[in-house]
């Protein structure tokens, strides 16, 4: 009976997992096209921020292709190549995803600067017709990916890039609805600058934390003298020194360190045991490594992070 349940548990988990992937297919399908008709439009009506708006999109369509994807590797068992595992495939996407964004905005902004000082002509029309449409699709998208973004940091990164699209086509709108009233042709440039500023500051502010992810740092929580200390406080535990933690995927974070003794070796199955339980009820730390020395064997002048 046992064995039916867990069967029939893979089977819905595998049944969910290709009702999103397909999801994010259409999503994807959906942004390509829009990028396509934007940029078509773009060129027609002379507006860089309806190209740039488009840009955009495309960014978003490859950043779910390389999120899909890296989220399809994440799920192989560790092997003898990956002894971790492939969980950081989805940093890895991260990271490419956020400086493409980077460069992608810094390369808008120039453009943006030049028209400032050569404003071009714009069909005023085109822009807002076509930014519409799009603010209806990145809608439509971002209902695609809403159910998806609750369970995957990945997926959420993805449906804020969405809304982000949405919020950019608001602009081009606005601004192509300032064109036909006033024929304010620095608007675009300006709505140019303001999307590259955007995308900037939001992959500014993503990509920080997976350079550290990647560099092996410390979560945010819990905090490392925060479990130093716990540690110490441990009955039969003398001294703490060569502490490491770190987030080995993006949701699960690993411990290990070298563990002084006060009493005799014989203690140390329940020193640990204790170690154990306070890192896994207190900070839900699960994969620890700890080493535990008397203190005849203790390392000499250790310090208490690193080597």
């Given amino acids: 009976m046992p064995h039916d349940h867990a069967h029939h548990h893979h089977h819905h988990h595998a049944s969910a997992e290709l009702a999103g992937d397909k999801r994010v297919a259409w999503a994807v399908a959906v942004n390509i096209l829009l990028t396509v008709v934007q940029i078509v439009a773009g060129v027609f009506s002379g507006s860089l921020a309806l190209i740039a708006d488009a840009i955009h999109n495309l960014s978003d369509a490859l950043s779910l292709v390389i999120a899909f994807v890296a989220r399809r590797i994440a799920r192989r068992p560790a092997d003898a190549s990956m002894t971790f595992g492939y969980g950081r ?18 390369m808008l902004a120039f453009e943006g600067v030049e028209r400032l000082f050569n404003p071009a002509d714009v069909e005023g029309w ?10 209806v699709i990145d809608t439509a998208t971002a209902l695609l990916m809403l159910s998806l973004q609750k369970g995957s940091v990945n997926m959420r990164a993805a449906f804020l890039h969405n809304i982000a699209d949405a919020l950019g086509s ?28 955007y995308i900037l500051w939001h ?3 993503e990509i920080g934390p997976v350079i550290r992810l990647l560099m092996l740092g410390s979560p945010d929580s819990p905090e490392v003298g925060e479990v130093a200390r716990e540690i110490r406080a441990v009955e039969g535990v003398d001294g703490l020194h060569h502490l490491h933690l770190w987030r080995m995927q993006e949701n699960e974070a690993a411990l290990e360190a070298h563990v002084v003794l006060s009493g005799a070796a014989a203690e140390a199955p329940g020193v640990r045991a204790r170690i154990v339980a306070l890192l896994h009820d207190r900070f839900e730390l699960t994969h620890v490594t700890l080493q535990l020395e008397t203190r005849d064997e203790a390392c000499a002048d250790a310090p208490l992070i690193g080597h």
């Fill in 126 to 135: 085109t822009v807002v017709i076509v930014a519409g449409v799009a603010l």
């Fill in 89 to 106: 495939a989805e940093v890895v996407a991260a990271l490419v995803n956020y400086t493409t964004l980077i460069v992608i905005a810094v």
């Fill in 170 to 197: 608001v602009a081009v709108i606005v601004g192509g609805t300032l064109i036909l009233l006033y024929d304010w042709r620095l608007v675009d440039p300006i709505v140019t600058l303001m999307i590259s500023g």
């Fill in 203 to 205: 992959a500014g502010a």
